[in-house]
């Protein structure tokens, strides 16, 4: 290695100043963390100073980004004189400068994943290096969690370097026991301009390409301004060419450059390359510029302040790109690019207030992503459980259970995680499992050709993402046409993913014409849960998993019967509607972006008993049905149910609604009250609770025996509403008690007249209530009393009517004193009726007797 031209070409850059103090810290140290601002060069001299210290192996750098992947190599080449591929090369997505020579590889993450895989020694490796770990991706911390487990157990020799510009290295210093060595930078001083006023996020490409003009007219230098997407990107774009085509003739030679990462290689470079001489250059970039690239001749960064985040739901089990508000560290980072060759300018499109609110960090993409991918290659690295790998930021658990659940049912692992032959096969494929199962699970070499065109559309940007068609054939079928003609334009990297693929899978190009429903079919495989029926709204659907989902009524595929879905929108409504407009399921509605007709008879059902109870018709419900998810294909009656099962239905229907299927009636409810007496007045007896909720929650335990009875098991709310209810309840209770209840609770008491008059313990009374006409009390000296004597009766003396005429619990106080009241106006209503001036005395009677 050529120490000499290394430092000849790259010495002045501050890294240089490190790169002894790093090599021998690992002499001693097997991890460590390099912190170095932007432009110190950390990511071009110290991997070639390394060379040095490591003269045996190879040494890994990985980037977060293809672009930046590519770019570094090509620089460190430089350096050394010497084409990509010799001494330094890359490896990322579908493209591999490599060769036997190389020393250096750089590459994107989930290549060391794979890597990782296929050979968890990592043989030939002496070091791997994490280049701009702040951006915490998830494939970066999946590959340092693996690369650490191969260290701690077969490869203590092994070299971790963590890099990075605006990190917390304190916290993974003490995670991986590292040390930290810290580079001064070689920034130039950048002014700050904020904002007036916030800018709404609709118009951001608007006011990026207004201060993009203001700044240009002001300052010298190349202009780089951060976007949060491709639409963004091109709409500002479209400004900026119609204003600067008037511009002065000083602005005409201004080159405006879109940079995002669906672009191809070569305007990628053009994007980054030098400007010409006599040309200002005005780069319109994603966060793809926030780090390791290096735009000669920046001196203005636009920052609008935002950018496109995967956010992962786990209620759909979808994830979908949101547009959000940087961190601090972020626009750190993108204010760091004004100041690489000279004083810069850095227009910050939010206040200074707004910025208080922002984010110190970004958070770790791990806590909140799609972990699908991540668990199937733990599962191939020969890990069944993720939470024993060494994270230094843990996986939230929900996630990683809804990713297991999903690879469970793609037949990727076993119930206890391990991986299963196809999921070892799908493991090899640099795709998300669901993709990888579609491509795997393809029979012939025309379906697996059409497999691999299906997962390139779904992985890129929809080049018909303006039209209101959802047809994924019709998008095939011109890509196959595009493709014969060669003649691809915006399909040329969706075709170039499909070769990649076909690769892979080892089949031929096919152009013939498409089969709409075979597409389905390949889109069922990978999204089982979103294989959609038509309901009875005209383009409402319900997936297999119970959502609602809806299909513009001017898009063919809304005349569909069933459909399997590749893309969706979960939080968009139905046009003209709104959110207090019902839809015909409880599930959520989303919005179809990409779809396929599918054939039932192609995808496979299983067998389901619905043995439920319908509250409407209230009966049991019993039906074979053939089922895909929770939808029904067809069904037919059930005659052979489980009577167990059948009972344990009514019970739980009876928890929620045993007010109306059972007979609450009159009789029922005194039972309860008088049982509910004693229980208040003796808890010591521990008497069973007869309140209705109280039942209704236990019915499983006491109402099995009565549904089947006679051979007939009672199925219908009018077989229930015969049950006894009283004489069940009573039966709940133990012989003993029964008695005790009688006795301290009697149900009648027998008054003078020989009449049996029932107690009513009424619930809230302060005392058992009998009701009793007051001609049948002549003769009864003391007041009637329960509870062996400690409840006094609280006596509802009545008129020969039955209206109440008196209360007393001092029936000896009411003869003396207010009988006299009472019988002068009986005697005016009830004229016939007898009405003795000495109660006590005058026989008791039950109607009329007539005075002498």
Same mark, same amino acid.
């Given at each position: 290695?050529?120490?000499d031209?290394i ?7 501050p890294?240089?100043?490190?790169a ?12 460590l ?5 932007p ?64 020393r ?26 994490f ?10 911390? %999946? +590959?340092? =969690?693996?690369?650490r487990?191969?260290?701690?157990? $077969?490869?203590?020799?092994?070299? !971790?370097?963590?890099? #990075? ?45 207004a ?21 963004e ?32 290689p070569?305007?990628?470079? %053009? +994007?980054? =390359?030098?400007?010409?001489e006599?040309?200002?250059? $005005?780069?319109l970039?994603?966060? !793809?510029a926030?780090? #390791? ?7 203005i ?51 200074q ?9 970004r ?6 992503a ?28 929900s ?32 795709c998300?499992?669901?993709i ?10 025309a ?108 898009d ?72 895909i ?23 739980t ?15 029922v ?38 549904l ?25 209770i ?23 008059i ?5 619930q ?17 000296t ?66 009329v007797?007539?005075?002498?």
């Amino acid at each position: 290695m050529n120490y000499d031209r290394i430092q000849q070409q790259a010495g002045h850059l501050p890294a240089f100043q490190i790169a002894d103090a790093i090599n021998s810290t690992l002499k001693e140290s097997a991890n460590l963390v390099v912190t170095a601002p932007p432009g110190a060069g950390k990511s071009t001299v110290l991997p070639l100073t390394l060379l040095e210290a490591t003269p045996q192996g190879r040494i890994l750098m990985l980037e977060p980004r293809r672009l930046a992947a590519r770019q570094i190599a090509e620089r460190m080449a430089s350096i050394l004189g010497e084409p990509v591929g010799k001494t330094v090369g890359y490896r990322v997505r579908f493209e591999n400068k490599v060769s036997s020579e190389t020393r250096i590889e750089v590459l994107t993450e989930g290549i060391l994943t794979r890597m990782l895989i296929h050979d968890a020694t990592l043989e030939g490796v002496s070091a791997v290096i994490f280049d701009e770990f702040h951006e915490r991706s998830i494939n970066s911390d %999946l +590959a340092l =969690a693996l690369t650490r487990q191969a260290q701690e157990i $077969i490869r203590p020799d092994l070299k !971790i370097i963590i890099m #990075s510009a605006t990190i917390d290295a304190s916290a993974i210093c003490e995670a991986l026991q590292a040390p930290l060595i810290e580079s001064e930078g070689r920034m130039f001083s950048v002014e700050t301009v904020y904002s007036e006023t916030d800018i709404a996020r609709y118009d951001i490409y608007k006011e990026v390409a207004a201060t993009i003009l203001k700044a240009a007219d002001r300052y010298e230098g190349d202009i780089l301004a951060f976007l949060p997407g491709q639409s963004e990107i091109l709409k500002c774009k479209e400004i900026l060419d119609a204003s600067l085509s008037r511009a002065s003739a000083e602005l005409s030679v201004t080159q405006v450059y879109p940079l995002y990462g669906n672009l191809p290689p070569e305007k990628q470079r %053009l +994007a980054i =390359a030098p400007s010409c001489e006599g040309e200002r250059k $005005i780069v319109l970039a994603t966060p !793809i510029a926030e780090t #390791s690239l290096t735009i000669e001749g920046v001196r203005i960064v636009v920052d609008s302040g935002l950018c496109r985040k995967q956010v992962y739901d786990a209620r759909t089990g979808l994830s979908h790109l949101e547009t959000v508000t940087i961190s601090k560290d972020m626009a750190t980072q993108r204010k760091g690019r004004a100041g690489r060759v000279a004083e810069g300018i850095c227009y910050r499109l939010w206040t200074q207030t707004s910025e208080h609110l922002m984010e110190d960090q970004r958070r770790p993409e791990i806590e909140e992503a799609d972990l699908t991918s991540m668990v199937l290659d733990i599962a191939a690295f020969g890990e069944n459980n993720p939470q024993s790998l060494l994270w230094l930021t843990p996986p939230p658990g929900s996630n990683l259970l809804n990713a297991k659940e999903l690879l469970l049912s793609l037949e990727a692992i076993e119930p206890d995680g391990s991986i299963t032959p196809l999921g070892r096969k799908m493991a090899t494929l640099p795709c998300h499992p669901r993709i990888a199962k579609m491509m795997m699970s393809s029979e012939s070499s025309a379906l697996k050709a059409l497999a691999c065109d299906v997962a390139a559309l779904l992985e890129e940007k929809d080049p018909m993402s303006d039209s209101e068609d959802s047809d994924m054939a019709l998008r095939l079928s011109i890509l196959r046409s595009q493709r014969q003609k060669n003649s691809l334009g915006r399909w040329a990297r969706i075709a170039q993913i499909a070769q990649e693929y076909r690769r892979m899978l080892k089949v031929k190009e096919d152009n013939e014409p498409v089969d709409a429903e075979e597409v389905g079919r390949l889109i069922a495989l990978a999204y089982p849960e979103r294989i959609a029926m038509a309901i009875d709204n005209i383009g409402h659907f319900r997936m297999s998993n119970g959502k609602t989902i809806f299909i513009d009524s001017s898009d063919a595929m809304s005349a569909q019967q069933w459909l399997a879905i590749a893309s969706l929108n979960v939080s968009a409504q139905p046009s003209g509607t709104n959110a207090s407009t019902p839809l015909p399921s409880s599930g959520k509605a989303g919005r179809v972006f990409l779809s396929a007709p599918v054939n039932i008879i192609d995808l496979p059902t299983h067998e389901f008993d619905n043995i439920s109870w319908d509250s409407k018709a209230g009966i049991i419900r019993m039906q074979r049905e053939r089922r895909i998810g929770t939808l029904v294909v067809d069904s037919k009656p059930l005659q052979d149910a489980d009577k167990q099962q059948i009972i344990h239905i009514l019970c739980t229907a009876i928890r929620k609604e045993g007010l109306s299927m059972l007979d609450w009636n009159e009789d029922v409810q005194w039972l309860q009250r008088r049982v509910a007496k004693v229980r208040e007045w003796h808890p010591e007896m521990e008497l069973p609770d007869l309140s209705t909720a109280h039942l209704m929650e236990t019915a499983g335990k006491w109402l099995p025996f009565y549904l089947d009875q006679g051979g007939k098991l009672k199925t219908s709310t009018a077989e229930l509403r015969k049950l006894n209810l009283p004489e069940i309840l009573w039966a709940q209770i133990p012989y003993e008690q029964q008695q005790e209840i009688d006795r301290l609770a009697p149900t009648h008491i027998v008054v003078p007249s020989g009449s049996h008059i029932r107690i009513d313990y009424r619930q809230g009374a302060e005392a058992p209530i009998l009701s009793v006409r007051l001609q049948e009390c002549f003769g009864m000296t003391q007041t009637p009393a329960v509870d062996d004597g400690r409840q006094p009766l609280l006596l509802e003396l009545l008129s020969p009517g039955f209206k109440p005429v008196q209360l007393t619990q001092d029936l000896a106080s009411f003869w003396q004193s207010t009988y006299f009241e009472v019988r002068k106006e009986l005697k005016r209503r009830y004229p016939k009726h007898f009405w003795p001036e000495n109660p006590l005395e005058s026989e008791a009677v039950r109607g009329v007797k007539r005075k002498k």
